[in-house]
């Protein structure tokens, strides 16, 4: 099983909501990511958790928040965004141990919209 | 700082013609990933590539890692209308550098014309 899942598919909300992303995988892995994608280019790394640690934060906005309460589950808190901040947002996991099996299993996304 | 150039940005191809992107990293990489993302879908693994010169075939599907471990390509042979999608590769960093970090090219979109 190589499936990571997000809910929800798709979400809209004002610059004064506050929302959360969830990610689940199930495959035992303990590296968890988070990719923000605009339209017609590449995803762009947000954030890694390594054994449920924030091991990389790519300068992003304080008004996204991530959260990892475990090894399977791994979140995305939203607070006052901005409408630049409308893309896809992708969440991925891997293994950490072995040096070449670092392969990323991508969820399907969110598509997020803020108005 | 670490960058993966991939050419070329779009690709328009008929039905039954070859398809080939390149990547190109300015470092030596720990591995390439290939994506392939459809319209309106996410990035779908394809396949990992770790030794130097490693070759891999998918059907019609084929993989190639440089000898020095900084070029990538992939070649599609007879396309169909089912290969349409962007292909992605990504470079893994040097782990003694950053962990799990994925560089991704800016991806190659290919149409394919019945």
């Known amino acids: 099983d190589t499936e990571v899942t997000q809910t929800p598919k798709h979400l809209v909300m004002g610059m004064t909501n506050k929302k959360s992303l969830k990610c689940e995988q199930h495959m035992g892995h303990r590296a968890m990511y988070w990719y923000k994608q605009k339209a017609k280019k590449p995803p762009e790394l947000m954030f890694v958790y390594s054994y449920e640690k924030l091991s990389i934060n790519e300068s992003v906005p304080s008004r996204f928040s991530p959260e990892c309460p475990n090894s399977s589950l791994l979140n995305l808190h939203l607070h006052a965004l901005q409408p630049e901040d409308s893309a896809l947002y992708l969440c991925?996991?891997?293994?950490?141990?072995?040096?070449?099996?670092?392969?990323?299993?991508f969820g399907p996304g969110t598509r997020l919209t803020v108005l | 700082g670490q960058q993966v150039m991939q050419i070329p940005q779009y690709q328009h191809v008929q039905e039954g013609e070859d398809f080939t992107t390149y990547c190109n990293s300015s470092t030596t990489l720990s591995n390439i990933q290939w994506y392939k993302q459809r319209p309106g879908g996410h990035p779908v693994f394809l396949i990992q590539?770790?030794?130097?010169?490693e070759v891999k075939k998918q059907k019609r599907l084929t993989f190639q890692f440089g000898e020095a471990k900084k070029n990538s390509s992939l070649h599609i042979t007879a396309t169909q209308t089912t290969d349409v999608g962007t292909y992605f590769c990504?470079?893994?960093?040097?782990?003694?550098?950053?962990?799990?970090?994925?560089?991704f090219g800016r991806g190659t979109q290919l149409t394919v014309w019945p």
């Open positions: 590539l770790v030794k130097s010169g």
């Open positions: 990504a470079g893994l960093a040097d782990r003694g550098s950053t962990l799990g970090r994925l560089y």
């Open positions: 991925a996991s891997s293994q950490v141990n072995l040096v070449y099996t670092d392969t990323q299993y």
